[in-house]
């Protein structure tokens, strides 16, 4: 069955690399993912994988990180997906047009996701074990780096989509001339600055509404750091006054997230004067010799949030001095 799939590989990629000219972008959004495999939807290796893939998004309600398609390896659209796990066994039947991924898997990885393998913008990766016996606690041991790793990937498809956007290099020189820092600014956003606290705002009012914003710390105590809770409201609060951060029970303090983050929270936030919530993401940043704050929020009633909220995370990573 495996190599009758290598076969049926080898042709799907000639024509997809034949005929995508201009390189256009793989189909489907950044929560979208495709997993391959000739396993049984109800086998155990599946039933756990999903679990993994399809948990909750952090801190937004009624929403998992990734929508799971299950795909065979003769289905035509794996190959134009923008996100797709491949998942397998068999120590010599890994498909020809994966092999690139299986030297990635070289020094005992039991899985390796790359980047632009047949279109840009595309994430692939490869779970693969040498028999089957092996395959259920490879996952369960690794389930968490598994992870880990397709949202690195999924986020790096964010990214180069971003630097193909339109840029907006008034607002960016704006942003410069005004703040002293640079940001990448994607046309379509309005760019708002507070002179007093040297805040800016990218907006867009949508619908799905997203916003960014942004300030540099002030009249920081090195041995006292800031309530991360209390800086992301008053943030807020400079350019929508009714706007509040939702108490957190639970706070989430985590490193890493963002590029230069050294703190982080993820909350919910409301505004009463205009009957909107959502979620956000807050995060403490070093640039260089100097940080900053840096707020993302959505609304999006009806839609999943958090393909937004990691568009405003690429454009935050541009964030320079």
Avoid at 261 to 274: F, K, L, N, Y
Wanted: glycine fraction near 6%; hydrophobic fraction near 40%; include cysteine.
């Amino acid at each position: 069955m495996v190599r009758k799939a290598a076969l049926l590989l080898l042709p799907l990629l000639a024509s997809a690399c034949v005929s995508c000219g201009s390189r256009p972008f793989a189909e489907g959004g950044s929560r979208d993912l495709t997993v391959v495999t000739s396993l049984p939807p109800d086998a155990p290796e599946v039933l756990l994988l999903r679990a993994v893939l399809e948990r909750p998004a952090i801190r937004i309600e009624d929403e998992t990180a990734y929508a799971v398609r299950m795909a065979t390896p003769s289905d035509a659209r794996v190959y134009r997906a923008r996100t797709v796990l491949f998942l397998g066994y068999g120590r010599t039947q890994v498909p020809g047009p994966l092999l690139p991924l299986e030297r990635l898997r070289a020094g005992g990885s039991p899985f390796a996701f790359a980047t632009d393998v047949w279109l840009r913008g595309q994430a692939v990766g490869l779970l693969w074990a040498d028999s089957r016996e092996k395959l259920l606690p490879l996952i369960q041991e690794h389930q968490n780096r598994i992870f880990t790793e397709l949202d690195r990937a999924t986020f790096a498809t964010v990214r180069s989509r971003l630097l193909t956007l339109p840029r907006d290099s008034r607002a960016e020189e704006r942003l410069r001339r005004t703040l002293g820092f640079g940001l990448r600014v994607p046309r379509g956003y309005d760019l708002k600055i507070d002179p007093r606290s040297h805040a800016a705002l990218l907006l867009d009012p949508g619908p799905p509404a997203r916003l960014l914003r942004i300030a540099p710390e002030r009249d920081r105590d090195p041995g006292r750091p800031q309530d991360l809770t209390r800086m992301r409201a008053a943030l807020a609060r400079t350019f929508r006054p009714h706007e509040r951060t939702l108490e957190q029970v639970d706070p989430i303090l985590t490193p890493g997230e963002l590029q230069g983050a050294r703190r982080q929270i993820h909350g919910r936030w409301e505004d009463s004067d205009v009957s909107a919530a959502g979620p956000f993401r807050f995060y403490e940043v070093v640039r260089g010799e100097k940080r900053y704050y840096v707020d993302l929020a959505v609304f999006a009633p009806g839609r999943p949030k958090l393909p937004y909220l990691r568009e405003l995370q690429a454009i935050a990573e541009t964030l320079s001095e």
